[in-house]
């Protein structure tokens, strides 16, 4: 079976334009530990994007674990996100781009 990544898609609630900078220290906080524990693959604001903050590429062992790390990001535990989890199998040239 291919393992897959987790890509967390972090979508703007009404609120998000609330953000405080506690908040904003946590979200970085969380990004940097999830860095140093390897979990991150890469993460990045969208522009231009109405409704869309960002996503996380996450590396897992499964679903289970990716989604408890997009239930635990502040920016969700606060309510000025949600959050969609997508599998995402990475085509590269190690797997011949899947064909």
């Given at each position: 079976m291919e393992k897959l990544m987790y890509m967390m898609m972090i979508e703007k609630t009404k609120?998000?334009?609330?953000?405080?900078?506690?908040?904003?220290?946590?979200h970085v906080e969380n990004i940097k530990r999830l860095d140093d524990e390897g979990k991150?693959?890469?993460?990045?604001?969208?522009?231009?994007?109405?409704?869309?903050a960002g996503m996380y590429i996450l590396k897992t062992e499964?679903?289970?674990e990716a989604e408890e790390i997009c239930r635990r990001e502040p920016l969700v535990t606060g309510g000025y996100a949600t959050y969609k989890?997508?599998?995402l199998q990475i085509a590269n040239r190690e797997n011949n781009y899947l064909l």
């Open positions: 609120t998000y334009n609330r953000l405080t900078k506690k908040v904003v220290e946590e991150l693959e890469i993460c990045g604001v969208f522009k231009g994007y109405p409704g869309m499964g679903r289970e989890l997508v599998g």
